[in-house]
């Protein structure tokens, strides 16, 4: 199986970025499609971004789209979020997740958090006005 662990979250000031990044062991992750996912105290786990296994198309929520991009290095074993222009309504834990390898995205899959099977710990974002 794959085991996943989040890292590069911390307190951040509003309009600044961050770097996540999802280090895989396990296995290699580069037959895997990847998604990042946030919940925020109180509230519902939201989709944010993904990653085809390929590589070669990336989706994004409405809310990120245009500040966050999600990238992979396969080499290193690892997908990163950048997240530029950071806004206090950011905050939260954010988590990857591996899909089934080689599995195919069909419609909205990418966005829904059944779609994935293995999930890291999180790592906690805080954005200050």
């Known amino acids: 199986q794959v085991q996943l662990v989040e890292s590069g979250g911390g307190l951040v000031q509003a309009g600044g970025s961050l770097r996540l990044s999802c280090a895989a062991s396990?296995?290699?992750?580069?037959?895997?499609?990847v998604a990042w996912f946030r919940q925020a105290p109180g509230k519902e786990r939201e989709f944010v971004a993904a990653?085809?296994?390929?590589?070669?198309?990336?989706y994004y929520a409405d809310s990120v789209k245009g500040r966050f991009t999600i990238s992979r290095d396969n080499a290193k074993n690892t997908v990163y979020l950048q997240m530029n222009s950071l806004r206090p309504e950011d905050t939260a834990v954010y988590y990857c997740?591996?899909?089934?390898?080689?599995?195919?995205?069909?419609?909205?899959?990418?966005?829904?958090?059944?779609?994935?099977?293995?999930w890291g710990q999180g790592t906690p974002v805080t954005v200050s006005s």
């Open positions: 997740a591996a899909d089934r390898a080689w599995a195919p995205y069909t419609g909205n899959s990418y966005s829904k958090s059944a779609t994935y099977d293995y």
């Open positions: 396990g296995r290699t992750i580069s037959s895997h499609s």
């Open positions: 990653i085809s296994w390929s590589g070669g198309r990336t």
